[in-house]
């Protein structure tokens, strides 16, 4: 027997493999009794054909008809599970999901499937099904159906997808997850377009060519949206306020579909966007929930996840190969570098300098909105005034980052949290900036002052046109010649958090605007349409990939957090401003004391129905909303707490888990040895340390006195492989145990093994005993 | 769909979108794909049996775009071939291209990437492996004793049970908990 273990050892890879194979089958076949494997699973994911029962298959690999034994080897094991089994739709769609994950190649997956479709059909009862049940499966049929059908649709536009994919081959998938948010962002505006351009715009053209008007524009007028544009389809104030004459017997009534237009637009974008900010949030933060800080895991991290698989040109894979060992070299100093001993006093002076530098960004984000509100406030300027403050508005929007960019580093932060810190300040003030001008506009006696909101943001809109589109391709046009020219060092990169701000910002204005200035929606479109080959051909050209890339899918999620927060502040800013009053002299509401009327009046004619009022108004008091909002309040800590509970079970349970793995590995690799008939009892005690596990249990669990062990040679495992049946129920470990006759002197374990390993041990174990 | 060459049956294309992630029109793109990197050996029409005979040595697989500049693409083909090769047929690219794709879930892409970084297919990933897997990664550009303090590093910070290797539960350990696996496991067609 020795002699045996130890030719094998000496072996080349292949006999090792073949060795670890033969392991492996015996162990895949005792892992397949283990009462784990027999639950029959109601997920709709079935638990995964896992690797060791690839090694069962693998082993039949030189077997002549090996396809379909291994076929069938898998069609028993999914046999098993009875919710798979049945006839109807949702088996179907679990059988899906399981073929879908099974780990085999696709000429495997399709025997599988036709395999496992023939048995089906063999066992499957006809049952009457009652009527409930079969109207909720040609529902789930149904949904499922139009779902494909969707995903098909969107999919067939594929906009811009080969350029997309070709900047990702260049630069990396991190700057490619800018190019998708700009397309989304496109795609939601367009659609918006749409909608707006449907219900308010053209009703509105109709109703303009009955009456008549003329227009004269200024030179200055295109920028500033005053003067001739002023009264046009582009703002709020031109809206007709009563029905427009249509030809046919429907009546179109103009309050009615701005509001509702713009109510329900608002509404469905803030889903969708809540929606995909929850999803990027679960897949990017929460699932991969644990070592984030930790430095360890990182560079097994590094290792196994670093090369960005989508990169095609040799120049992109180049950097990329670079930029991984640069990285590899700084995670290497890093743990050797010994970590330095931060002193109290050393910690307590880093808070405090973050505080202070704290105070410091918002005291300039402060300082800034207040000079924005006496701009505003000063009169006596020149005509052009709002075109200057609109240009003001723009440079310190443009230029804020890089000073915030340069306070961060005042601070004592890492590098992710000195960038979210960043990013949260700038968007801070972006969205001040736009509240600011909301609130002074709303406060001004001007007599149309949605119009004025309006006006402000087609004119940062257009200016912002300015920067973006021309100021900054020409400035990364001049430093990537500079670059060329050997003037520069350093290579320009493609700096996404700037770019995506800018998107954010506009995106913003936009939901500021589309309120009061319909066409505004179609402007920002069509300026998204051209920054997207604006910044693909200064990427393809100037840019070189950044050298670091930071967990471009954690950034993703913050940046569609921004996006839905900022359409979240500006509906709350719009909704307590523009609701409660209403110009008497333009607009769509200007019938109406306020424009919530329209609702109150107009939809529930709450003027009519008594009681329905008296209720609204009950509900709106002070008293009834507190009492809401603490409800919410406590729903909220409430789900933090369980959510912090669970993650520390979650903690626990990992740990457990790889406890339990140990265990596992231990136990099947005694079952192997002795299934093979390898388990040698040695008998010179010096070979296992006091405190080996086999020591241990050979001494207490296994007691030396355990008698009447004999070596079976038929019960090898490998017999098993000859076995043609399927492992059920009547194939239990039951049946292959032998009528042994007990011994007094035997030990707590044989009451169900039948395993029998070499008698010689325990004779010179009894011997060295015996001599001691 | 008008007067195009159809170039699957529907059964086909019915059975492909059940065992593949992939839509039908991604399915007839994978397909064309596939056709460019060889259009005399891979006909226009595809019938069932030379969906799973017909292969295209690896040598030409390789040229391909999307795999060119990938430091694992001979293991890559070597995985998903039929044969162990390399020579893949139309079934194993489209396979290929589905584990690879968005919409395949995490454990898929776990198995598939454990069996790519296993390079000797002992399926653990051992000290050699990884030693390997760093020069390929940094196209040679990291000393012998940088690369031995790297493997030593993972193999402390991810070997569970152990026993100096990596099992496919400890791979899956670390891949499954980083952010970005999904993003960079991943191959638009």
Known sequence: MEEEVESIEMNTSSARRAYTLRNNVARQVAVNFMPSRQIAHNTLRLRRVNSEHNALLDALVDAPDAADAQADIIVREMEQHQSLMEDNPVSEELRREALRDLPQCLTMKRNVRAKLSASVSLRSKRRPISFLKRLKYRISFAWKRTRDKFRDFIFSIELWYEAIRNIEGHLGSAVGSYFHLLRWLFGLNLLLTTFLLCFVVVPQALHDQAGNGTTELGALDFISGRGGLEHTLLFYGHYHDAEIASPGPLRYYMPFAYFYTMFCLYLMFFAVLCYRTAYSYRRNFIEPSGGTGALSQLLAAKLFCGWDFGIASPAGAALAAHALYLEFKELLNEQNRKKMITSAWVRVWQRLANVLVTVLALAIIAGILYGLWLLLAVEELTENREIYISLAITAVVSLCPVLLHFIVKLEYYEARTAFYVTLARTWLLDIGILVILLIYWSRSDDECWETRVGQEGYRLVILDVLVSLLLIPTVELVRGMLFKWKVLEAAPEFDITYNSLTLIYNQSVLWLGMLFSPLLVVAVTAKFLLLFYVKRESALRMCHTGKKVWRAAQTQTVLYMLVTLSLFTMLFAIGSVFLRSSSVSCGPFRQYEHVFAIVSEGLLQLSRHHTLRAVLHFIVRPGPIAFVLLGLCVCVYIMRARAAAQRSMAAILRQMLRLQAKDKDFLLNAIEKVSNGEWLYSPKAEEYGEDSHTWKYLNEVRKPSNAGFHFDGSRLSHSFLERPKSYVKENRPTSYHTERPKSLEDGDTDSSFSWQGSSSYLNQKGEAEEKR | ?189
């Open chain 2, 1 to 189: 769909m008008g007067n195009k060459v159809v170039t699957f049956t529907e059964q086909q294309l019915e059975d492909y979108q059940d065992c593949t992630f992939f839509t039908r029109k991604e399915i007839l793109r994978v397909f064309k794909r596939f056709r460019e990197v060889n259009p005399e050996l891979v006909p226009k029409r595809m019938t069932e049996n030379q969906a799973h005979t017909i292969a295209v040595p690896v040598e030409e697989i390789e040229k391909l775009p999307e795999l060119k500049e990938n430091p694992f693409k001979r293991r890559i083909c070597q995985v998903f071939s039929h044969d162990g090769s390399g020579n893949l047929t139309f079934e194993d690219f489209l396979d290929m291209m589905s584990v690879f794709s968005e919409a395949a879930p995490r454990d898929i892409k776990a198995w598939y990437a454990f069996r790519i970084y296993d390079l000797d297919d002992d399926m653990y990933i051992g000290r050699e492996d990884l030693l390997e897997a760093t020069r390929l990664l940094t196209k040679g550009e990291l000393h012998q004793q940088e690369r031995d303090d790297i493997v030593t590093s993972v193999l402390d910070e991810a070997d569970v049970d152990g026993d100096g290797r990596l099992s496919f539960m400890d791979f899956e350990h670390v891949v499954v908990r980083a952010p970005d696996f999904l993003s960079t496991f991943h191959i638009r067609v």
